[in-house]
């Protein structure tokens, strides 16, 4: 089975969907989740498991990145699938909080090995840009579809003993891909030919320029666009009465809108990369802007798939100038995930210093100000993918 076969495509497809879904289930509810389970009403403890969730991913990610340089990352990949199943096993059987919280610590060490699933993908494709709009796309639907789920799985009388579905669903994963890709072709088995140490380590000087530069990038947008999910909710019930279900339906609005953007995201250009991005990041700044500054429901809603449409085309473009550089962006793509999570991490914490009650439209404000301090950071990050184009094309 050569290293492009659809099969092993798909296989990879069901686990990207699978991993989203599974690592995002109950995330909206776990205040609820630890109130029914452990009987934990303090909502600071519901705060500082997600840190501390987030923490040890941006710690593990770059570690996978890392070791993807060393071993065949089909082995590392079953490795922490496996790792995960019986951790979830291991979460389903807590009897105490505190239990329940070093196991989600241990299993997101073995679960930020999913981060290799992306590379594989691209590497089991011909036509990248399909894959990267793909991947975004299920993602997004993945992560639509659990927040949905959620709202029933808490009403379940033990919400514990879903850990035991989600764990055989990561085994589940791992009999998949152990039956499909140990008959794929890996691009690490292709002899190389040696680079003269001069070279080697200039290149490595500005890999690593570029890596941080496109890591500023990536943590500034996941950081403004996270800054206003927190309190989303709770701002569109006080600012629109909005019904609960109005309001979930606003907060996965753009989760939807990725799905609209996909025939844009299949068509991206290595050469236009650049040009997209800063048109597609202003029109994210203008529709953060117009959710913040909006008194109008309507104008609201419109800002909210702006914000999806365009977002989801920013990311996508991202993606593509890591994966531009061929077989080294792999374990590089462990570090943009760290920088991603940082992100994820530090907005939520950063709220509370923005307002102090969910009526507040002031984080859609910071997070305008964050997003006209990342365009210029993101226009300088990708100008090097941009010459380097220009070149191959000379």
């Known amino acids: 089975m050569g290293s492009h076969h659809p099969i092993a495509r798909i296989a990879l497809y069901i686990c990207v969907f699978l991993f989203v879904f599974t690592e995002v289930l109950f995330s909206p509810f776990y205040p609820q989740f630890f109130q029914k389970v452990f009987g934990v009403s303090d909502l600071q ?16 990610s770059p570690v996978w990145g890392w070791l993807s340089k060393k071993v065949d990352r089909k082995r590392l990949l079953l490795i922490g699938q496996a790792g995960t199943g019986l951790s ?11 239990q329940f919280v ?50 029933w799985l808490i009403q379940l009388k033990d919400p514990l003993s879903v850990f035991w579905w989600i764990g ?72 629109y009465g909005s019904s609960y279900v109005e309001s979930s339906f606003l907060f996965l ?23 997209v991005y800063m048109i597609s990041g202003a029109m ?35 993606d593509m100038s890591l994966f531009q550089k061929g077989k080294e962006a792999g374990h590089q793509y462990g570090w943009m995930c760290s920088f991603q999570n940082l992100g994820l991490l530090l907005a939520p914490v950063s709220v509370p210093a923005f307002t102090e009650n969910g009526a507040s439209s002031v984080p859609f404000w910071a997070a305008g100000v964050v997003l006209a301090v990342h365009l210029p950071a993101a226009f300088v990050a990708l100008r090097r993918n941009s010459s380097l184009t220009k070149a191959k094309a000379a």
């Open 45 to 60: 403890f519901t705060g500082n498991y997600l840190f501390l969730c987030r923490l040890s991913v941006v710690a593990a």
């Open 168 to 239: 055989g669903l990561d085994l589940l994963q791992a009999l998949i891909c152990m039956a499909v890709l140990s008959k794929t072709k890996t691009e690490s088995r292709i002899h190389k030919t040696p680079i003269p140490a001069s070279a080697s380590a200039a290149r490595k000087s500005r890999d690593l320029y570029f890596l941080m530069k496109l890591g500023i990038t990536v943590f500034t947008l996941h950081f403004a666009v996270t800054l206003i999910r927190p309190l989303f909710t709770v701002y569109t019930e006080v600012e």
């Open 88 to 98: 979830c096993g291991m979460m389903a059987s807590a009897a105490t909080e505190t």
């Open 284 to 318: 994210v700044l203008i529709s953060i802007l117009l959710q913040g500054g909006s008194s109008s429901f309507v104008l609201f809603t419109a800002g909210r798939c702006l914000f999806g449409f365009f977002l989801a085309i920013c990311l996508a473009s991202l």
């Open 253 to 275: 609005l753009p989760s939807f809108m990725t799905l609209a953007a996909l025939p844009v995201m299949k068509k991206l250009k290595s050469e236009n990369l650049r040009n």
């Open 102 to 151: 070093v196991w989600s610590l241990i299993l997101l060490l073995f679960k930020s090995s999913y981060l290799l699933l992306y590379p594989l993908l691209l590497e089991s494709a011909m036509d990248q840009k399909r894959v990267t709009a793909n991947y975004h796309a299920l993602a997004q639907c993945a992560a639509a579809g659990a927040a949905l789920a959620s709202s």
